[in-house]
């Protein structure tokens, strides 16, 4: 039998919590300096923008880590 006198599990780290990013491409789009990535980290909803100059390297960061606007507040 189920309880009904449970607390929801928050499915978000609380703010201030160090932890590591994993990030998840919302878009990509080529330009001439290599292929733009707008991601997300799938825990925290922190997003970035990295550029990644050739298929052989790794993404690098454009940007700073940012917390969309409604997170802002």
């Known amino acids: ?3 009904q006198n449970t607390a929801s599990v928050p499915l ?3 703010r ?12 990509r789009h080529p330009t001439s300096g290599g292929t ?6 799938t825990e925290c909803g922190v997003r970035r923008v990295d550029v990644q100059r050739s298929r052989q390297q790794p ?7 940012t917390a969309s606007p409604s997170e802002r507040r």
């Open 12 to 14: 978000q780290s609380p």
């Open 36 to 41: 733009v990535l707008y991601v997300r980290c």
């Open 1 to 3: 039998m189920t309880s």
């Open 16 to 27: 201030g919590v160090a932890h590591e990013h994993g990030w998840s491409v919302e878009s």
């Open 59 to 65: 993404p690098e960061a454009l940007s700073h880590e």
